[in-house]
C-alpha cells in the first residue's frame, strides 16, 4: 500500500488519519484509530512489536504551513499521562517549526514532516527506519536451538 503527497493532501482531516493508520498497519505494527473530539492528542494509538505504547498525532495541513511548538507541548503533556506511551509520533503533510524541530526530540516526540512522510508513505520505506527506532527489543531476545 503507497499513497502519493498529492492523494493525501486531497484528504480531509480524518481521511489523513486512516491513511497513517494503514500505513502504520502495512509497517506490521498494531493500530486503532482513535481521533476525533477529546482524544487527548491522540489520533492513532499503536503497539509495536517491542510491546510499546506509542502515540500517533496526525496534521493534515497545507504543504506551506507548519506545526509548531504548541501542538508539540500539548503532546508532551498527554502521550506519557493519558496514553501511558513510551513515545509519541506527529505525522504532518506540511512542516514543522524551528521551535518544535528543538523540542520534539527533547521529549520523545519524533516528527514526520513532508520529506518523511513521502518517503514512507510513497517510497516505502518503514517508518521505524526512517526514524532509527528499533522495532524489536534485543534485551528480551532469548536464546532459542538453531538461532
Request: net charge positive; aromatic share 6%.
Amino acid at each position: 500500500m503507497r499513497y502519493s503527497l498529492a492523494h493525501l493532501d486531497a484528504l480531509d482531516p480524518r481521511a489523513f488519519e486512516l491513511a497513517v493508520c494503514s500505513l502504520l498497519r502495512r509497517d506490521g505494527l498494531t493500530a486503532e484509530h482513535v481521533g476525533r473530539a477529546g482524544d487527548k492528542g491522540a489520533d492513532v494509538l499503536v503497539v509495536d512489536r517491542s510491546r510499546r505504547r506509542v502515540v500517533v498525532q496526525c496534521k493534515r495541513l497545507r504543504p506551506d504551513r507548519r506545526v509548531g511548538d504548541q501542538d508539540v507541548q500539548r503532546v508532551n503533556g498527554t502521550y506519557r499521562h493519558d496514553h501511558s506511551a513510551h513515545f509519541a509520533v506527529i505525522v504532518t503533510t506540511g512542516g514543522f517549526t524551528a521551535a518544535a524541530r528543538a523540542s520534539g526530540p527533547r521529549y520523545g516526540i519524533h516528527l514526520v514532516d513532508r520529506d518523511v512522510l513521502e518517503r514512507w508513505a510513497d517510497v516505502g520505506e518503514p517508518l521505524y527506519r526512517i526514524l532509527r527506532i528499533p522495532d524489536v527489543d534485543t534485551r528480551r531476545r532469548r536464546w532459542a536451538p538453531g538461532t
